[in-house]
């Protein structure tokens, strides 16, 4: 790699290399310089001297429409990645054998560093048949997406986590979307399974809440093991 990272306070700039790279993965394609900057606490030069080191080495490449930036053909080469879910086989067939029961999409979120300012969501499975109206939305705007309201409220209160969260009309009019924590055994926040719905479904969420928890009980067993 250019020694480019050696003008930068060294080893320091190797740490903010890897903390852009994985802000970018836990983003998903199109995050900006800009965002990343804000995100991470970096000056705008350091943060476009990177970018634009690392999007010359491969390990980021823009985003078809040159908006953005996504990770690139070196990632992919060192960890094997495939496109699609990253969540472990037994989880994927859970969340198939829920999915074959409802008529709505479910979907498999995760959280990074939750209850600290560098908070993310993350997509880790999601419901082919059903795929997601606005993702990037639904990563950024966290007051306004039900998976985003349950780490705002996780954030306010870690020690009494919310049963659950929802949100009505905020993507689709007359369209909804449920969130149920998924938590470690320490009981810390650890992902969300959603499932979006029409509005009278969420409005009265007690039926999907029933066949829900079942599912994220055995998710997050699975995650611990």
């Known amino acids: ?22 802000e970018v993965a836990a983003t998903g394609p199109g995050v900006t310089a800009s965002d990343l900057a804000h995100s991470l606490g970096l000056s705008r030069s350091t943060t476009y001297r990177l970018v634009n080191l690392l999007t010359a080495e491969e390990y980021l490449v823009r985003t078809p429409d040159l908006g953005g930036f996504a990770l690139g053909h070196k990632i992919d080469r060192l960890i094997g990645v495939a496109a ?106 650890r992902a969300a399974l959603a499932v979006s719905a029409p509005e009278h479904r969420i409005a009265n969420a007690e039926a999907l809440l029933d066949v829900l928890r079942p599912t994220c009980d055995t998710i997050s067993h699975l995650m611990d093991t």
């Open 84 to 189: 699609g879910s990253t969540a472990p086989e037994q989880v994927r067939a859970v969340l198939d054998e829920t999915r074959a029961g409802l008529r709505f999409g479910l979907h498999l979120f995760g959280y990074l560093r939750p209850g600290t300012p560098r908070a993310r969501i993350t997509l880790l499975d999601i419901d082919p048949d059903y795929p997601l109206s606005d993702p990037a939305r639904i990563l950024h705007s966290h007051n306004e997406s039900a998976v985003g309201r349950l780490l705002l409220a996780y954030e306010t209160n870690p020690s009494t986590p919310a049963t659950h969260a929802a949100q009505i009309g905020a993507f689709q009019p007359n369209f909804g979307c449920l969130a149920l924590p998924l938590t470690a055994s320490n009981g810390a926040l």
């Open 1 to 22: 790699m250019s020694s480019t990272f050696g003008s930068d306070g060294g080893s320091r700039s190797i740490i903010n290399a890897l903390e852009l790279l994985e």
